[in-house]
């Protein structure tokens, strides 16, 4: 036995913290952790679930517009953003107590306070000085905010979540995915709603298809998408708020939310004592299985800016657990892992994008299918669903997936299992598809797009 109070201590239980500090206690392992703020870390409080259920607020509009057409006359009488946000907080009140437990069943001693490096063997919490065999440090990431004058009447991610009213004048700033998913959520709930991206496109890092579809169908659900210039100044009058663009132009707004990009969260906690490798983007640097240049300290998730995703820390928390506690060298896999993002019509993907896929095969061939979802037949919503397959025209391996329409994200979590197998095209195509679906375009295209 170590003569350390403990074989591990976990800064912060989040996503990837939470996993590594309960599956490394089910060894019989010695392990404690501590959490600053929030058990169950940004996913649950500020981040994933809060922002799915307010997605599920936000459809009820359409889906009142679109009974019509199927016989039903449905009448909206208002909106509470009120009780949507308590019943949320609600939810998320219990999730907390959920991780609570999970962490309590298994053993781990949890220390609900900041913790501060010492030394790479010694954790100060509270009053308490405690040493560790091994150190995990699963920190996060925090919103980035510009710094430009006024910025401080603005909104980050973790405050929206909290706003007092609903801001029926909606502005939010950043071209990414959860900029696009708060101009869909206030869409819906009836704001108007102005997203401002500097670049010229949205949705950098996706495929260039899915970028465009998006931009388009946004637009068409009356969101003031305007990219290719920026907020310079904020104003606030009398709790109104005005935004000054570099194009000349204004824009009266009761909430302005920056969505520009998150930084690895390695300031404040003593960090620097340990002198770690730190990457250009700021993140700690760790190799294949999330060690860091000291042989006993590791770093996993958000902290270690691989891909800022819940079950890529998760994943990493199970690569580290296994690798070090069942003795069973384990690295990270961060291949094919397929995404979503929350947009109305959602995205999902899996592998490489067009571009990617062109630097890395050459070749191609792709399939594309644009068509209106079959529930807009009676409808007329004008709304497109875009399906497109890459393949490596060589070994007909199916090297990337993706998807702008209802339900992405669940079926291209379906599809991405046959993906990291290394489907190749000719097995979608053998593949029988369940009609009548959307899912069912993604085994029946046969013409390759020109
Ligand atoms: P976190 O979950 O951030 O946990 C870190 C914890 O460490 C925090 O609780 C923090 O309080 C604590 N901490 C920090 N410093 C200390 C200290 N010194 N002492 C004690 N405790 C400390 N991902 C998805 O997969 N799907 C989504 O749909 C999705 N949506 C998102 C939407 C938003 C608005 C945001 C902001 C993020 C979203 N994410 C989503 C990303 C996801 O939330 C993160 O990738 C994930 O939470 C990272 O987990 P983590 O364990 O690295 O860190």
Redesign the pocket.
Known sequence: MSTYDYDLFV???????TRAARMAASTGARVAA?????LG???VN???VP??LLVYGSHFSEDVEDAKAYGWDLKIEGFDWSRLIENKNTEIARLNGVYRRLLDNAGVELFE????IIDRHTVQVGDRTITTDKLLI????W?TMPDLPGIEHAVS?NEVFYLESFPKRFVVVGGGY?AL?FAGIMKGMGAEVTQIYRGEQILRGFDGDVRETVASEVRKKGIDLRTGVNIWEIEKHDGTLLAKLTDGTEIVADCIMYATG?HP?ID??GLEKLGLEITKQGAIKVDDYSRTSLDNVWA????THRM??????IHEAMAFYRTEFLGDPTPVDHADIPS?V?SQPPVGSVGLTEEQAREAHGELDIYRSTFTPMKHTLTGRDEKTLMKIIVDQKSQKVVGVHMVGPDAGEIIQGIAIAVKMGATKQDFDRTIGIHPTAAEEFVTMRETAA
Do not use: M, N, Q, Y
Request: proline share 4%; aromatic share 6%.
């Open positions: 800064i912060g239980v989040g996503s990837g913290g501590a959490e600053s703020s929030w870390g940004t996913c500020v981040g994933c922002k799915k306070t900041h913790a501060e699963a920190t996060g990431g919103p991610s959860i998913e998150r969260r404040g906690f996993i998730g958000d902290v800022a995703l819940t079950p890529v820390a979503a929350f």
